[in-house]
């Protein structure tokens, strides 16, 4: 099979092996250009972005020399001045030696050092950037930032950070440890008699995966659990969340409503004498607490099934008799990010613990709870995640940090503070921005407030291989190869494939990989043998694979020689974690394999966070109306909540301007699905152009008219490359992110709530501009 295709030469071209998070591919090379591409033998359903892969050496998006905005390069870093030509983002980009490129960056770190301290640069390369472990761009940048004297950094993620912060509170473990340790499939296909999936299990995002891939098997896990006879429930406001060949229950819940569902099962349990009160006693502290507040005895409300159905759009008795099911058999509850994605996110993971703890079958083989079933590949693969395999990073002398999704309190509020996890910080004054590896004019929420605060630093300086809106947002915009461009080791947690990733073809134009270019500016910053340790690239990637060899792999994984597996290609682990079962050492001995929290147990009632005296995020779960929701207010048919979801033809932002994503584009925009009611509502039918609009922005989408989605919710997907016409003005391509609300989930984890906005839409008569973000900026030669 092949996903791409050209006409070629007689002669038969090269075939070479390269690795993506979206899988492992085999590219065919005719005198320097790509004139096919196909999937890895070994992968069973590899994913059709790969054809994007050739479009990657398009020149007209790449940036292809060091480049410096005209403005910043004639009158230097603006120290309280109004710009010339309006700020970043705007303004023409002049071409500059890599000689002088190097003087510039090491010019400004230097002096932001050592006039404002290290704290005043902000080392961002949040993204997944490209797959591969040496040339992983955060690894590089902070390596690179710890020798030249530290930098601020963010901690956690935007996809998972509620509950990366919540978790080790009530289940004593780190969330991604959990999450390579979650029951595998064999064992869900085995013995699993209802999987009730909030958020579903959207094949979607399987496509991708942290790291990269070998192989996608998820599907046929899938196919597996439905020929077995598992129930599959998709609680989600979208129906092909789970895809409609796993013949799934849909109950369209209205978004940001599953904390209300998931206490009103455990009502129902409790109400009906189902809930498990030896596991309670015997695994679990803090249960009464939180059954008074069930049973309404704090605030004189019951928590019940007809209470949730007012909030959820559920009746209450599917409620109930979901409920009476779960009791019933072996059930496993998946939870998506998603759910934690969203005002007071901690609460739908807390109470879909309480709820799995209340039946009383964690540990148990296809019962419990999960988190992430389908939020990428590898999740549930019996697989045992290694790891070991990375590039080693320098020490960082600064202590100062922000949440990962507070980047613009961090620019509009030098010195003011901020509550995380129980203390109190400071954010530092930021002078210097260096960004690696990731697109934050992709992935932030409310863009048009992100690119008013981006314009206060002094500098920001930008690798980047492409012409994106975070480039276009650079002071100084440093060309770098992409993942065809250069050799690599792919490996992540829980796929069996250790893949040698080998270049495709040459760098474009002057583009050097982000080891390249560090290393020159570290030499000229006078580190440069610290940085390099005196290895070239080759050198790095056998260095790896040795240290991995010697570490983390021993006595688990006899690796073969580094030479072998280069001509080999790649290397499989064994499926030998098939029994998996999240949490059944703790089940089986409880003293012996406590869990890591303050009285070893799941804690329903955390009084540690309890202490933390947060009135958005109390002691137990419970139920907190979101800022924004269905059930505001006056909202009446006139608003409608955006989903803004992972998409179906790229990894977030990446290769938007690719073949595969710009296929599914209506009128050149990014599709938005809305139920034909709502659609009919709006004089709208398919396929017409559209504006969503709200207090924080606006922007253009292609209509998608669908019963797949619930009535009062649109889908927008992430990921259309941010194209305003003016600045704060209309997005011309539809990146759902100049919607959505910058606000923490709570004081706890301050995590992004991209899943609460409300919207307004309506039909767009007669002709609009058409999509100019896949045109370079004005470039100037140099002198």
């Known amino acids: 099979m092949r996903l791409y295709d050209r006409p070629m030469n007689e002669e038969k071209p090269k075939t070479i092996q390269t690795y993506t998070h979206w899988g492992t591919y085999h590219i065919e090379v005719d005198e320097g250009d790509i004139c096919a591409v196909h999937p890895f033998d070994a992968d069973p359903d590899p994913s059709d972005i790969g054809a994007a892969l050739a479009d990657a050496a398009d020149p007209e998006l790449r ?42 960056v090491a010019g400004e770190l230097s002096r932001v050092n050592r006039t404002h301290g290290p704290q005043a640069i902000f080392g961002g390369s949040y993204g997944w950037a490209s797959a591969g472990v040496f040339h992983r761009a955060s690894g590089q940048l902070h390596r690179f930032l710890g020798l030249a004297g530290g930098f601020t950094r963010s901690v956690n993620t935007y996809s998972v950070a509620a509950a990366e912060t919540l978790i080790p509170h009530i289940l004593g473990r780190p969330f991604f440890l959990l999450s390579n340790e979650l029951t595998a499939w064999p064992v869900i296909a085995e013995h699993t008699d209802l999987m009730v999936a909030f958020g579903g299990i959207p094949m979607k995002n399987t496509q991708v995966n942290s790291g990269g891939l070998g192989a996608h098997r998820c599907r046929d896990w899938l196919e597996k659990l439905r020929a077995g006879g598992v129930n599959l429930v998709n609680v989600s406001p979208v129906e092909d969340d789970i895809d409609p060949q796993f013949d799934a229950k849909w109950l369209a819940i209205a978004p940001n409503t599953d904390t209300a569902m998931l206490l009103a099962l455990a009502h129902s349990l409790v109400a009906e004498g189902m809930h498990d009160q030896a596991f309670l006693a015997k695994y679990c502290v803090g249960f009464e607490p939180f059954l008074l507040y069930l049973m309404g005895a704090d605030d004189g409300v019951a928590k019940d099934a007809d209470w949730a159905a007012e909030i ?23 939870l998506a990010w998603s759910l934690q994605r969203a005002d007071h996110g901690e609460q739908p993971y807390w ?21 992430g079933y ?29 949440p990962v999704a507070r980047i613009t309190d961090l620019l509009e509020n030098p010195g003011g503070t901020f509550d995380y996890n129980g203390k109190r910080h400071t954010y530092p004054e930021t002078k210097l921005i260096y960004w690696c590896g990731g697109n934050p004019f992709h992935h932030h929420q409310d863009l048009n407030r992100l690119a008013r605060a981006w314009q206060r630093p002094e500098t920001v ?70 940085f390099s340790e005196g290895r070239n690239e080759d050198a790095w990637l056998r260095h790896l694979w040795d240290l991995f060899a010697q570490g983390s792999a021993r006595g688990k994984v006899e690796l073969p020689q580094f030479d072998d597996f ?4 790649h290397f499989e682990l064994a499926a030998d974690d098939d029994a998996r079962v999240l949490f059944e050492g703790f089940r089986s001995d409880p003293d012996g394999a406590g869990l890591n929290t303050p009285s070893g147990k799941i804690e329903i009632f ?3 966070i309890a202490d933390f005296g947060y009135e958005d995020c109390p002691g137990h779960p419970v139920w907190i109306e979101p800022a924004e929701w269905l059930g505001t207010e006056g909202v009446g048919s006139k608003y409608l909540h955006l989903i803004s979801n992972q998409p179906s033809t790229k990894l977030h932002s990446q290769y938007d301007f690719g073949r595969v994503s710009r296929a599914a584009k209506i009128q050149g925009r990014e599709p938005v699905s809305i139920h034909p009611d709502d659609a009919a509502r709006r004089g709208i039918i398919d396929g017409d152009l559209v504006r969503l609009f709200n207090d924080r922005g606006q922007c253009l989408a292609g209509a998608k008219v669908t019963n797949t989605v619930r009535p009062g919710v649109v889908v927008l997907a992430t990921g259309a490359w941010w194209d305003p016409e003016t600045p704060g003005g209309l997005d011309r391509h539809g990146n759902a992110n100049v919607l959505t609300l910058d606000k923490g989930t709570s004081k706890l984890s301050q995590a992004p709530i991209s899943q609460t906005a409300l919207i307004e839409l309506e039909k767009i008569d007669g002709e609009m501009a058409p999509v100019q973000i896949f045109s370079g900026p004005e470039i100037e030669p140099g002198s």
């Open 374 to 402: 389908g939020a990428q590949a590898a999740y549930g693969n019996p697989v045992t995640a290694l790891g070991g395999l990375a590039l080693p990073r320098s020490a960082n002398r600064v202590a100062d940090f922000i």
């Open 566 to 569: 280069w001509n080999a290609g």
């Open 312 to 334: 959820t759009g559920i009746s209450g008795q599917d409620i109930r008799n979901l409920a009476r099911k779960m009791a019933g058999g072996r059930t496993m509850i998946s």
């Open 606 to 608: 955390s009084q540690t």
């Open 461 to 530: 300086i930008v690798n980047e291989p492409w012409w994106t809106p975070t480039a276009r947002h650079a002071d100084i915009v440093l060309p770098a190869a992409t993942s065809l461009e250069r050799n690599d080791i792919g490996k992540a947690a829980n796929d069996p494939f250790i893949v040698a990733s080998k270049k495709v073809l040459e760098p474009l134009g002057w583009a050097r990989t982000d080891y390249q270019i560090f290393s020159g500016v570290a030499e000229k910053m006078g580190f440069g043998d610290e």
């Open 63 to 104: 940036v292809t020399a060091p480049m410096v905005r005209k403005s910043w390069l004639e009158n230097g870093p603006p120290t309280g001045r109004v710009e010339p030509d309006g700020g970043r983002g705007r303004g023409a980009f002049v071409e500059v030696s890599w000689e002088k490129a190097n003087e510039l």
């Open 351 to 371: 109470a879909a613990i309480a709820l799995a703890a209340m039946l009383g079958q964690i540990g148990l083989p296809g019962g419990g709870i999960g988190f």
